[in-house]
């Protein structure tokens, strides 16, 4: 059985931080790649970044190059999203993914968490 299971959301002011991190365990080590997407009420789950298992390559949403990094650790097949300078817009529920390809599209994910929510206040 596949688990994914994020941690670390909460209530922030605008300009603060916040670090997510996506605990997996079953199958999905054999994964290529985890990502990160958010959701917000009424609309679409939007791709935020992702990250490769082996070599650690990155992509990320123009909405927050700058601010948000991606990382991983194999030995506790944990990923992470630092959040820096956080914004109102940021405001949504996160789901970490897993996949077999790099990929933004939320359709190249088979699994996902159960989401952690992350307001961000004006």
């Known amino acids: 059985q596949v688990q994914l299971v994020e941690s670390g959301g909460g209530l922030v002011q605008a300009g603060g931080s916040l670090r997510l991190s996506c605990a997996a365990s079953?199958?999905?080590?054999?994964?290529?790649?985890m990502g990160w997407f958010r959701q917000a009420p009424g609309k679409e789950r939007e791709f935020v970044a992702v990250?490769?298992?082996?070599?650690?390559?990155?992509r990320y949403a123009d909405s927050v190059k700058g601010r948000f990094t991606i990382s991983r650790d194999n030995d506790k097949n944990t990923v992470y999203l630092q959040m820096n300078s956080l914004r109102p817009e940021d405001t949504g529920v996160y789901y970490c993914?897993?996949?077999?390809?790099?990929?933004?599209?939320?359709?190249?994910?088979?699994?996902w968490g159960q989401g952690t929510q992350v307001t961000v206040s004006s």
């Open positions: 079953g199958r999905t080590f054999r994964s290529n790649a």
């Open positions: 993914g897993a996949s077999d390809v790099l990929s933004s599209s939320p359709s190249s994910y088979d699994y």
């Open positions: 990250i490769s298992w082996i070599g650690g390559r990155t």
